[in-house]
């Protein structure tokens, strides 16, 4: 068992993703060379964090497990407004609930000449988790804009979470995946005219057995107005080149859950 003056889990996780202050970050490193309880956890979750795209054994269930308490009980204490971290809470849940329904199986491949065959990682599963608990996450739903052809929107129904403060988004989509060929990209938003704004791209979706994900992190992120998905070339473009398969309009909305 780990002493009193041990650092909580939260915080060995926080040291690992980088969002320790300095000090903290000094003193933890430090107790780590006496403590080996400490350093076994330390270790355990950087195996994780590290680890390859390979399919999931039983320890990530364990460790999504710890990790859904050490989110609630931070954000519980963590948080000004108690209603603010049950509802924080509550989409760390949801969102658990939402990539346990088929994302931890192995992969069937994309049907495209190459692909191999990939699940989520460990460390991408305790990311998104960790973007979606934060307590100055936003959520939004993506919606088919006006100019979107069906067979595009229909494919791209998801929720895009924000951390305006952290620099950082996190895209979930559910639905089928692009055509042979074609890719969903997200791109940031910076104007509220969607067909004159100026456009950057956060990168190409990945696609697993009907969900798909991407996680940006970048200062743009905070002076974005909206994110859109486009059909794009394989692998991407430069420039939006395809039609909009769905918005979320991220600017000058008051805090809360948008979805």
Not at 52 to 62: D, H, I, N, Y
Request: glycine share 10%.
């Amino acid at each position: 068992m780990r002493g009193p003056r041990c650092p909580s889990e939260s915080e060995i996780i926080d040291g690992l993703l980088g969002r320790l202050p300095f000090w903290k970050r000094e003193w933890t490193a430090a107790h780590l060379l006496y403590c080996p309880k400490c350093r076994d956890l330390e270790r355990q979750w950087r195996d994780l964090l590290e680890a390859e795209p390979v399919a999931p054994g039983p320890r990530l269930k364990r460790r999504l497990r710890s990790a859904w308490t050490v989110h609630r009980w931070r954000l519980r204490f963590g948080a000004r407004n108690m209603q603010a971290a049950a509802a924080a809470v509550l989409v760390v849940f949801a969102f658990a609930a939402w990539m346990t329904a088929g994302a931890f199986r192995s992969g069937d491949g994309d049907g495209w000449p190459g692909d191999s065959r990939t699940v989520f990682a460990d460390g991408d599963v305790i990311r998104m988790m960790d973007i979606a608990a934060r307590p100055h996450t936003q959520r939004y739903a993506l919606v088919a804009p006006e100019t979107s052809t069906p067979a595009a929107s229909d494919r791209a129904k998801g929720f895009v979470w924000v951390d305006k403060a952290g620099d950082e988004l996190l895209v979930l989509v559910d639905g089928e995946k692009a055509a042979i060929g074609r890719d969903y990209q997200a791109w940031l938003v910076l104007g509220g005219d969607p067909r004159r704004a100026d456009r950057r791209s956060a990168g190409v979706l990945r696609w697993l057995n009907g969900k798909a994900y991407l996680q940006y992190q970048g200062a743009t992120v905070r002076q974005a107005e909206g994110v859109a998905l486009s059909l794009e070339p394989k692998g991407g473009s430069v420039r939006p080149s395809g039609p909009d398969a769905a918005w979320a309009f991220i600017g000058t909305t008051p805090a809360g859950d948008r979805g």
